[in-house]
């Protein structure tokens, strides 16, 4: 089973703070790395997402470091906020398996005000 | 209606009850998907359909039947569950092309309890 690995489980991160979240993934074959966010009593949501031809991309207070010969990659969200409590997901694929994505366990984030 | 839409949005049913869910894409994509979501566990891919043909089956349960009418349609058919079976189970679609991977939407989701 080709398997992406997350931590942490839960996170705790005060208003204004960094939150990361990490993921390892093992088939050096995966070419597509997106972030899913998910609400309580929502379905997940693409957040942001890279491939490995870049070592990092942001979209506002969101950006993924991505380090291929570590084959790991990870979520940095800057200034966090109470809003950004979610559940997120890493995920892995490639490109000519029909859009199946393999995801991580999630991670709980909370961001107390 | 825009997105994933999928109903009922929560089931309790009997181990011994037979049930559908139902999912409609209102996006024009070409590929949908079932997944379960259980607590503390990745998301489950259960069923892939690419162009109304069914692409995967990941070793599940026979008491799981999906139907694929169309491309905007997508059922998962319920019998004899048991309560290990009891999840979120969330559709989701994407346009697939040879090109490469696009973002998979997901709906809100069906939340299953089996007594």
């Known amino acids: 089973q080709q398997q992406v690995k997350q931590s942490p489980q839960s996170l705790i991160v005060q208003k204004g703070g960094i939150s990361i979240i990490n993921c390892a993934y093992e088939?050096?074959?995966?070419?597509?790395f997106p972030w899913y966010q998910q609400f309580p009593g929502k379905g997940p949501a693409l957040l942001i997402a890279i491939r490995p031809d870049v070592s990092e991309k942001k979209e506002g207070r969101f950006t993924i470091s991505f380090n291929k010969s570590a084959k790991q990659f990870s979520l940095h969200i800057m200034d966090s906020q109470p809003g950004d409590s979610a559940t997120y997901f890493c995920?892995?694929?490639?490109?000519?398996?029909?859009?199946?994505?393999?995801f991580g366990q999630g991670t709980e984030l909370s961001v107390k005000p | 209606e825009t997105g994933v839409t999928q109903t009922p949005r929560h089931l309790v049913m009997g181990m011994t009850n037979k049930k559908s869910l139902k999912c409609e894409q209102h996006l024009g994509h070409n590929a949908m998907y079932w997944y379960k979501q259980s607590a503390k566990k990745p998301l489950e891919l259960m069923f892939v359909?690419?162009?109304?043909?069914?692409?995967e089956n990941n070793s599940v349960p026979s008491r799981f039947s999906p139907e694929c009418p169309n491309s905007s349609h997508l059922f998962l058919h319920l019998h004899t569950l048991q309560p290990e079976d009891s999840a979120l189970y969330l559709c989701?679609?994407?346009?697939?092309?040879?090109?490469?991977?696009?973002?998979?939407?997901f709906g809100p989701g069906t939340r299953l309890t089996v007594l």
């Open positions: 989701a679609s994407s346009q697939v092309s040879s090109g490469g991977v696009d973002t998979q939407y």
């Open positions: 995920a892995a694929s490639k490109g000519n398996q029909g859009g199946k994505l393999i």
């Open positions: 088939n050096t074959a995966f070419d597509y």
């Open positions: 359909y690419n162009f109304k043909e069914q692409t």
